[in-house]
Each structure stands twice: as structure tokens, then as C-alpha cells.
């Protein structure tokens, strides 16, 4: 998807960049609309389409990108919930922890146990 989509920047986007009055990525590139931003509806065919030309077994949708970065950002933040929730608009941080200190916990304990087990002489630990 990712290559997919700079080759869309590089190869698509760019010959009407120019027609785009707003900051947004996702335009129509030819047709009558040439430079309007695709709607909702619009990017979630583009990406079902690239998903099948793809031969994936699922579909990915635009809330799977803000997902992505969403958990990247909590990551990369040293899991900074209220940095999160600020960034991504957010009420408030336990929003944030509720969502992805779940997901971020099980993969913790996923290194720790395998730091555990690789421990001479330490009994192996349970999940």
C-alpha cells in the first residue's frame, strides 16, 4: 500500500497538483473533477480496488491508516497518551490508553517473556 501510494504521488497526484486548491492528497486526477479531493466513499473503493489487485483477503480502510499512526505515534512517544490524544483530537488521554495500552501492554510482554526464557537458569514465565 505504501509504495502504491508514493507511486500515486510521484506519478498521478503531481500532474494536477496545480488544480488543488486545498491541502489535500487524495484528488481526482482526470474526468471533470481533475484536482478535487476524492470524498470518503471515494478513497474507500480506491483502497477495496488496490486490496483486490493486491489478492489480499481483506480490505483496508482509511481508519486503518489513522490507526497505524495512531499507534505508532503512542510508540514512538514513549507512550505519551496525553501527546496522543492532543495530536489525533482526542477529548482526552484515557481514550488513548483505553484504545492502545491494551495493544501496547501484549507487546511488552511479549519481549519481556522472551527475555525471561532466554534468562540461564530462569524458569520460563507465563503470559
Do not use: C
Amino acid at each position: 500500500m505504501i509504495s502504491s501510494f508514493y507511486a500515486y504521488l510521484l506519478d498521478e497526484y503531481h500532474s494536477v497538483q496545480h488544480l488543488a486548491a486545498h491541502e489535500q492528497i487524495l484528488v481526482h486526477t482526470n474526468g471533470r473533477s481533475a484536482g478535487a479531493a476524492l470524498t470518503t466513499s471515494g478513497v474507500r473503493k480506491m483502497l477495496r480496488r488496490a486490496s483486490q489487485r493486491a489478492d489480499l483477503n481483506s480490505y483496508i480502510t482509511p481508519h486503518a491508516f489513522r490507526h497505524r499512526a495512531t499507534a505508532n505515534l503512542y510508540a514512538a512517544s514513549d507512550f505519551n497518551a496525553d501527546l496522543v490524544a492532543q495530536e489525533f483530537g482526542w477529548a482526552n488521554a484515557t481514550q488513548v490508553t483505553e484504545l492502545y495500552g491494551r495493544s501496547a501492554n501484549k507487546h511488552t510482554m511479549k519481549y519481556l517473556n522472551e527475555a525471561w526464557q532466554a534468562m540461564p537458569g530462569r524458569p520460563p514465565q507465563g503470559n
